[in-house]
């Protein structure tokens, strides 16, 4: 009875606790511990939606990413240090290898400190790149804090993403705006790579660009990158789901600026930061609180009761009429709910060998509290061999959907041919052997039963 309790127990805490559909154990990684006070508020959310925090510093002996071959943790967050190297226990082979392992790390960096030397060689092998001497500080002289940043123009004030791009809206766009502008302040853009894996959250405005605040030159000639070039804010999500993002201003983050009053220049009122709504909306995605598809079951079977009702043959004949099914959920912060595509989208079935034969549009038919059943019926082609059904649905900030189900499909038996009589294009060949047939058996009749015609000559005898 103790035992069953304890179970009952734990099994309630694990429902309380995990959150996140990639699991609660969170790495946070700072210069000091003491440092975490001024990100309190951020720290405190990620607390209070289930995380189990551990913070550590570069230097602790106690670090590690895995243990016994499995991840000990399963997020990374990354905030500014002052060092130079991440020392031996993260090494840019071991965060490579933490990502393959399906954990997520989301990086804050700050154009105050340069990056360590792992963070540097990661962003290279993902195809992000920082400014020469990881010294890089964007300004805008026509978006940014009269009341902060009067001088410097360095803290950046933006719109909601969602507000100008519709494809992340449902993603990291603040519920309540309110007309309210994320602060981007003392920050660092990257460039990135043609890479499609990559995903710019946050862009620049055109008017902003980032130059090394150590050059007291007059003028600036050689910038780093400039307007819609320079990401402030980075999504990367790998073939295998896992997610990396990368946050160009770790004060961002900080309590300084969440809910904080900002002024735009050539503005008149004060308006609130939305910067603690979306970087909720920012880690939840990174750390798999949101956008993470689960494939709950699939089903293809033939339409013909006569021929069979079982659900996933293995063995199909050409021409059959099949149905395929297939049902997904989405996670949502702390639960599945159905899986909608998107109107400009579609889910798409391909039944193929080397190549497609039918490529076809997935349409929602039923739906349950918690997920949606997509399905589509066609006849198979005239093609024997080896088929699959695949699905591939791979689109920025959903997690990967690729299901194939592989089934053989066969010629028609002898006994499964249609006869001719009932195939419309056989009847005048039918007919012509039916005449055929006719006029032979009518001249054999007649030269059996036709009497020869009499001689009128007598043959003489001797």
């Not at 009122?269 to 699939?298: H, P």
């Not at 060998?353 to 198979?380: C, E, G, W």
């Not at 059904?389 to 997690?399: A, D, E, I, L, Q």
């Not at 195939?423 to 009518?442: F, M």
Request: net charge negative; charged share 20%.
């Amino acid at each position: 009875m103790k035992s069953l309790i304890s179970f009952v127990v734990l099994l309630f805490a694990a429902l309380v606790h995990a959150i996140s559909s990639g699991g609660d154990r969170l790495l946070v990684v700072l210069e000091d511990v003491a440092e975490k006070d001024g990100y309190s508020k951020f720290l405190g959310d990620l607390e209070g939606r289930g995380f189990q925090i551990d913070y550590e510093t570069p230097k602790s002996e106690g670090l590690s990413l895995f243990h016994l071959g499995e991840r000990s943790y399963d997020h990374v967050l990354f905030l500014p240090t002052k060092s130079k190297g991440l020392g031996p226990n993260l090494t840019p082979k071991l965060l490579l290898d933490f990502i393959n392992a399906d954990g997520n790390i989301l990086l804050a960096l700050s154009a105050a400190q340069s990056a360590p030397t792992s963070l540097v060689s990661l962003l290279l092998e993902l195809d992000i790149h920082l400014p020469p001497d990881r010294q890089g500080l964007v300004v805008d002289h026509f978006n940014y804090d009269v009341s902060s940043a009067p001088e410097k123009h360095d803290v950046l004030l933006l719109p909601a993403p969602g507000a100008l791009r519709p494809d992340i809206k449902d993603f990291f766009s603040p519920v309540s705006t309110d007309g309210g502008l994320i602060a981007f302040p003392n920050g660092m853009g990257q460039t990135l790579g043609p890479g499609a894996l990559l995903t710019p959250i946050l862009r620049a405005p055109s008017t902003a660009y980032s130059y090394n605040p150590k050059e007291q030159a007059e003028s600036l000639d050689d910038l780093f990158a400039s307007g819609s070039q320079l990401s402030l804010v980075t999504a990367m999500q790998a073939r295998n789901s896992a997610r990396f993002t990368v946050v160009g201003s770790a004060d961002m983050l900080s309590d300084k600026w969440f809910d904080a009053k900002v002024k735009k220049v050539g503005e008149k009122k004060e308006v609130s930061t939305l910067n603690r709504e979306f970087a909720k909306l920012l880690s939840g995605w990174t750390f798999k609180e949101t956008g993470v598809l689960r494939v709950n079951w699939i089903e293809h079977h033939l339409n013909e009761p006569a021929q069979g009702n079982a659900s996933n043959p293995k063995l199909y004949r050409i021409k059959n009429d099949v149905t395929y099914s297939i049902s997904l959920s989405e996670y949502s912060w702390d639960k599945y709910i159905p899986f909608t595509v998107p109107e400009s989208d579609d889910l798409q079935l391909e039944f193929s060998m080397l190549s497609p034969f039918h490529r076809l549009n997935l349409q929602p038919t039923i739906s349950s509290p918690d997920s949606t059943t997509y399905s589509v019926s066609f006849k198979l082609p005239d093609q024997h061999g080896i088929f699959n059904f695949k699905v591939n649905y791979k689109r920025p900030f959903y997690s990967n959907v690729e299901e194939k189900d592989t089934v053989s499909v066969r010629h028609f038996a002898h006994d499964e041919w249609p006869r001719s009589f009932v195939i419309s294009g056989a009847w005048p060949w039918i007919a012509g052997i039916a005449a055929t047939v006719t006029g032979w058996v009518a001249f054999c009749a007649l030269w059996l039963y036709s009497k020869p015609a009499a001689s009128g000559e007598t043959k003489k005898t001797q």
